[in-house]
């Protein structure tokens, strides 16, 4: 994609937006200008766009991923043939030094300067189909009541060691808990209806759990990392994004850290597959070989399991990208070899 001749900063906010358009970094040729973050503020954006002569091909429009707040907007601009950008907000701070005032204004020209001077490394947004994000929406609530139950039922288990524990409050945690566990089980029906509707991604989410270790959950959560299966990353990008990647930290001869995993990412995924690195080596023979050998060498259990993390990230992209089941103890063969034989 050639760079386009404007860029345009969104610094959006719950209640409003503002607006900086320029074509030289730290320079604003319009604006900041402030809308309301609604569906007539949006309507006011596309006018005042009109209004300055400005083509949406003419013009990349960049903001922060701020969850809910942009969403609406980014669809709006979207079915308005306009390039929308949206890029981490640690990773637009980390441009610019913080020496002068902090205001929205502000930030919406470094934002507009952010598309200028990385253009080449924007994150282009496109919407999701209907069920990735209905997907993605059941994830995350059960995954709020599955955390809420775990709170419940540690509280429960403390007061149950109390010298003196209130019937009311015990019977109270143990109805929640229950209520709980049917809402958690009602929602995971609800995902597996979902799928059952789209016979291609149902059939993507059976060949995910012909892998070792991978139940729904985890190949649900694939659908979403990856549009609904369109997305076909590489298995070191995925690992990069999960933050499974062990990263160094070396500076000259005085600066040497061992190579560590981020702690941060995508908080389920990175739940989900450390379990499934945990049952695949105890319960099969082969990464619990490799587990053994491993623990052998002297490498830590947290290293081992994070090593069986990435593996199985390799495999799922692999059955992505083939559209194959899992074919245990597989062997390749490079086609030169074939030709040699």
Known sequence: MKQPSYSTGIDIASDDFVVSISTTPGIAL???KTFDNNRQGFKELDA???QIKI?????IICMEATGVYGEHLCYF???YNYTVAVDPPLKVKRAFKIDGHKTDPVDSLQIAEYAIRFFDELNIWEPREDIVEKMKA???TRELLVNHKTAATNSSSA???KAVRPTAANRTLKSHIQTLTKKIKTLEKEMDKLIQKEPQMSQMVKNLKSLPGVQNLLAFNMLVITNGFKTEKHYKEMNSYLKI???KHESGTSVYKKPRTPKFGPSIMRKLLHLAARSVVTHKSDFRKYYIRKQKE???NKLILNNVENKLVKIMCAVIRDHNSYIPNHISIHPNLLNNA
């Open 298 to 300: 002297g490498k830590a």
């Open 30 to 32: 319009h604006g900041p």
């Open 77 to 79: 601009l979207h079915s």
């Open 48 to 50: 005042w766009f009109k």
């Open 138 to 140: 059941l994830i995350t």
């Open 159 to 161: 007061l149950n060691r």
């Open 55 to 59: 083509k949406p091909k003419e013009m």
């Open 245 to 247: 990647a062990p990263v």
